[in-house]
């Protein structure tokens, strides 16, 4: 397990007891300490006698240039990965994070569950941290998550997915990412860009066919703080929104006909894949939307989502489908009611 560290001398200690208290606990954790310059290693340290798992510090110092989370978890992971065996699960959270009490059970049973490489959990703030950040930011958060469960319920219509079915989350964060070992180096390992890695990984794993489960029962809890360590993070995030509304929503948050022509594309890249011929992954520009369009985006999507329901309801009943009934989504339907983090980019 890797856990790329910055000056988190405050939550380091929750951050490995949480860990400490799995059922089924990691074997090893290596914390990446970079361009440290407070009491974290030695809070760590503290902790040596008392965890039940193996506990590796590595101290680092990037130039200014270099330094980057990006950098510190694919740097974090690339160590870890050394010495673990072949069939490993290869875990990431943050040093601010507090995993919930069956972190590990909920991974592993997603694993067992579904024919995956690789599991992404659901980031929550820690319940006195929610309380902090004004009602307004809570509102904006809820009517994208919105929209964004529309998109992903025309998704699973158009395209199911057997090994990630509803009900499922939409993030993509490093604060809970489990990959098996082999998926890690087909990949490359995590991206090498200084912020928004994580989201760059789940974009790789797609793009090579490496089926994920977004499991809502894996949950990963957080603090809602201003003064973040990432460049472009959840901190920097919700510094900026205090003070005025972004003029865009999160950007993984697309047009509903952006949308469909990606999944059109995709289908066509998977098929001429076994037809030997020669179409590129279909990496298309992003689309944002503003926010005072986003109610129209929302009603546009829905329209969208109650045709092709009637299309599915019209099909003749001898037409096979595999997943009937698995995506009968209540309508309309939201991800999971507890509010979750902000987006991890701008």
């Known amino acids: ?33 970079n361009n440290t310059t407070d009491e974290t290693e030695n809070r760590a340290h503290s902790l040596i006698p008392s965890l039940p798992f193996e506990l590796e510090t590595v101290t680092v110092c990037y130039p200014p240039a270099m330094a980057s989370a990006g950098k510190a978890r694919r740097d974090a992971m690339a160590h870890a990965a050394k010495t673990a065996s072949p069939d ?9 994070s507090e995993v919930a009490s069956d972190w590990m059970d909920s991974i592993l049973e997603a694993f067992i569950q579904y024919p995956v490489e690789a599991v992404f959990g659901r980031v929550l703030l820690l319940p006195e941290e929610y309380k902090k950040i004004p009602p307004h930011l809570h509102e904006d958060e809820k009517l994208e998550r919105a929209y964004g469960a529309i998109l992903d319920q025309i998704e699973l219509l158009l395209s199911p997915e057997p090994h990630d079915p509803w009900p499922r989350h939409l993030e993509h964060s490093g604060a809970s990412i489990a990959v098996t070992h082999a998926a890690w180096r087909r990949t490359g390992g995590i991206p090498n860009v200084p912020s928004g890695e994580d989201r760059a990984f789940a974009r790789i794993l ?25 460049r472009g993070g959840m901190a920097e995030t919700l510094t900026r929104r205090l003070i005025a509304k972004d003029e865009y929503i999160d950007d993984a948050f697309e047009p509903v006909s952006r949308r469909l022509l990606r999944l059109r594309r995709e289908r066509t890249y998977w098929q001429s894949q076994s037809s030997c011929l020669d179409i590129s ?15 129209q985006h929302h009603e546009r999507a829905l329209r ?43």
């Open 1 to 33: 397990m890797a856990i790329p560290v910055c000056n988190e001398d405050e939550h380091i200690v929750p951050c490995l007891l949480a860990l400490a208290t799995q059922k089924h606990l990691p074997h090893r954790v290596v914390l990446w300490i």
């Open 281 to 295: 992954y279909p990496d298309l520009p992003v689309v944002c939307i503003r926010r005072n369009d986003l109610q």
């Open 304 to 346: 969208v989502l109650k045709r092709l329901r009637q299309m599915k309801q019209c099909l003749p009943k001898r037409f096979p489908i595999e997943t009937a009934g698995q995506y009968d989504i209540p309508f309309p339907a939201l991800t999971a009611p507890e509010s979750s983090v902000f987006p991890d980019r701008p």
């Open 206 to 230: 797609r793009q090579n066919g490496i089926a994920a489960r977004h499991a809502p029962q894996v949950q990963v809890y957080v603090s809602a703080r201003l003064q973040g360590r990432a």
């Open 88 to 96: 490993a699960i290869l875990l990431t959270t943050d040093a601010d």
